[in-house]
């Protein structure tokens, strides 16, 4: 009964939330085209013990209007990212006139060592620098046998904003110390992406992976913020990094003409599948309907999510994304951990729906306790 309500809860969403989601094929038939042609559930990807996530940073941006005043300025969301003139590749030519060689042109020589100095030059060149955030965590995976293992999960965006809150977590002493063993970067986004330099100030030598449809621009950037370490180009589809962990590799178009985007796949013994995201640009129903066609996981139970759902993630609320949150009942789930991209109307919309989502503390300039905020932590199973 609870795999029919699974699929219902599927064909429900499919169709509605493609704008906020900004990906029209993941609710509709043509998503399919992006999977692979797989017998259900036959992937074992083994089980691990327990999943805990502690949120760096989740505040991609502090304003929300600044930022879409820029987009607009800079010709709409389908403009290349390294065109608008944001941090830390400005130019000083204004709004839709930058460009990647010239903003990099301007920085390289203090990465990653004297990022203040860095940020600094891109503040004055950049539009709205100081409106730049950036999301981050850490999951740490407990395997069968105690063993834990770190994976830092994205680095943020504003240079001086990500040290902060590195240091605040003690993330700058783990990637020094090598407590780290790898650096997943889920998409090119630079509110997820463009902070790498704060990583490579740290540890320069952290393995890495990445989705393989990084464009030029983005892997240049990360070599010449000094790393060093051996990276991954993760392929379409799955990949097992650790008994009970996967990533998935999601190639998808997104806005800002960023393509593809990485989440993880963690199967809790006796418990069920927990799905990490960055953003979900892939769309929800895209993500779970790839877990159940799979995967074989716990007890056939989609237990836990944590991450963006990007689900009207610029508060333009439309009254048919209320199907797409009812439909998610159908899932059952037993606990959700939302960040920035989940838009503040969708998280209330989860709580008012009698969602299990887990209440962050509001700190540290994030803006609702109805998202896993800045400095909170989440533990699957509790």
Known sequence: MKRRNFIQGLALGAGVGTVGAMGAYSYSPARTAFLPDVNRGTADIGVCKSVKITNISETSWFDNSIFMQDVTASGGLLVDQYTYNWPPFGNGKGPGKGTY?????????????????????????????DNAGGY????????????????????????????????REGIDKMLANNEIAAFISTHEHMDHYFGFPVVAKYGPNIPVYRPSTFYPSGKHYMANCGHVGKVTDVPKGLHKIQEGVALYQFECPIIFKVYGELSMYCNVKDVGLVSITGCCHQGIILFADTAYKEIAYEKDKFYGLYGGLHISPFDDWDPKYDDLVIGLKKWELEKVGCNHCTGLITAQKFVDAGYPVVQGTARFRSKTTNYLGNGDTLVFPS
């Open 101 to 129: 060689e010239e903003g990099m042109k301007n920085i390289a020589p203090y990465l990653p060592k004297d990022l203040d100095k860095a940020w600094e030059i891109t503040r004055e060149l950049s539009e709205h620098a």
């Open 136 to 167: 981050s965590c850490l999951v740490e995976i407990e395997a069968l046998d105690g063993t834990k293992t770190k994976y830092l999960f994205d680095c943020g965006w504003n240079y001086q904003w990500m040290d902060q809150c590195f240091k």
